[in-house]
Nanobody
Framework: QVQLVESGGGLVQPGGSLRLSCAASRSIFSIDAMGWYRQAPGKQRELVAVISHGGARTYGDSVKGRFTISRDNAKNAVYLQMNSLKPEDTAVYYC????????WGQGTQVTVSS
């Protein structure tokens, strides 16, 4: 099992940047994949970005070229650098770890508004 805690959300103007962090309660070195998902009000949760154990990255179409996922095995953390933010990026962002089962964090709110 693993516990995940997200941080770094907040209010930002369109065109701005935020960096989300996901801290894991154990080593992430052997975790199959870690990712970021988001859910806006009235919408289904959707993939933002995933990084595999081997470092392969997958991005949702709406964030390609703007968001970057990375992992620091030494710090047991995964990050999401979000640039050129748009109002439609407003959502609760969740961290997920996949190792047999899926484990989710509690989420962090990102609001993009002027």
């Amino acid at each position: 099992q693993v516990q995940l805690v997200e941080s770094g959300g907040g209010l930002v103007q369109p065109g701005g940047s935020l960096r989300l962090s996901c801290a894991a309660s154990r080593s992430i070195f052997s975790i199959d994949a870690m990712g970021w998902y988001r859910q806006a009000p009235g919408k289904q949760r959707e993939l933002v970005a995933v990084i595999s154990h081997g470092g392969a990255r997958t991005y949702g179409d709406s964030v390609k070229g703007r968001f970057t996922i990375s992992r620091d095995n030494a710090k047991n953390a995964v990050y999401l650098q979000m640039n050129s933010l748009k109002p439609e990026d407003t959502a609760v962002y969740y961290c997920k770890a996949t190792m047999g089962n899926d484990y989710w964090g509690q989420g962090t709110q990102v609001t993009v508004s002027s």
